[in-house]
């Protein structure tokens, strides 16, 4: 693990793989941390520098002030390359770090090789969904949170996964146990004031979109939006729920690099 000071705080970050190979950034989910692509990290790292961070508000990095912005999480990322003096990357994030990657792929494209979005739509739920959480974590602290943890498991993972593998999905949802209210709830208002549906056409580089078939969060209907969307988009489905990452594990992993290593 690694800190970069930012102007209001450190940014915690992890680097597996070559120093020499193309750079690939990875970007958790809200109410995960970057633990939640240890699957994938040693596939990856044989072929690519795996530079994984905690988003602001989660894990070790940085508690600030709410509300977040999807473009103040962008630029972080930005910050974070620009601070370790990376010019060009491939993105992979998976639903909050889905939307931004699309904020990076609309405004710093420039900036990328390769966007993947996973388990993620250019607008997620709607201020009816999200306002109570934000209210709920925020008058019920650490206890809140810990509630979320429980209700998550049938969100996050189909019931086949949570019943075979609950170790593993104990492991991911612990994360949101962990997440400070603060922080979470300045994420989820980032989450839902986050709206790309006019503006997804914007992007220009290879995009890869990933759907869950079983994911209630983030359907495979709004994966088909965005793969309409964005010229030339790819687009790949599997059977599972909302962290398709960790459910389908080396499937996901090995598609995903595939994708990264054709461009």
């Not at 909050?96 to 739509?121: D, F, K, P």
């Not at 739920?125 to 109570?132: C, I, L, Q």
């Not at 075979?164 to 709830?185: D, K, N, S, V």
Request: charged share 20%; glycine share 10%; hydrophobic share 40%.
């Amino acid at each position: 693990m690694a800190h970069l000071q930012l102007a209001d705080g450190v940014l915690n970050y992890q680097i597996d793989g070559p120093a020499d190979a193309p750079v690939l950034v990875l970007s958790n989910s809200l109410g995960t941390d970057l633990g939640m692509w240890d699957t994938q990290i040693p596939l990856w790292s044989e072929h690519l520098r795996v530079l994984r961070y905690d988003t602001r508000g989660h894990g070790a990095s940085l508690v600030t002030a709410g509300p977040y912005s999807i473009e103040q999480l962008g630029r972080d990322v930005l910050a974070l390359l620009d601070g370790l003096d990376i010019q060009k990357a491939h993105f992979v994030g998976l639903s909050m770090g889905g939307l931004i990657g699309q904020w990076l792929g609309i405004n710093a494209g420039e900036r990328l090789h390769s966007l993947t979005l996973c388990n993620t739509a250019a607008k997620i739920g709607s201020d009816e969904v999200w306002n109570p959480r934000i209210d709920t974590v925020l008058k019920g602290g650490q206890q809140a949170m810990v509630a979320l943890r429980d209700a998550s498991i049938a969100r996050w993972f189909t019931p086949g996964f949570a019943q075979t593998q609950p170790e593993q999905a104990q492991r991911i949802c612990q994360m949101l146990a962990q997440t400070t209210p603060e922080g979470y709830a300045a994420n989820c208002a980032a989450v839902r004031d986050a709206d790309y549906r006019e503006h997804v056409q914007r992007i220009q580089v290879p995009t890869l979109i990933v759907a869950g078939t079983e994911d209630v969060v983030t359907t495979p209907e709004h994966g088909r939006f965005m793969q309409a969307a964005i010229q030339g988009a790819d687009y790949v489905d599997f059977p599972a729920a909302h962290l398709s990452n960790v459910e389908i594990g080396e499937r996901f992993s090995r598609r995903v690099l595939d994708f990264l290593l054709a461009h």
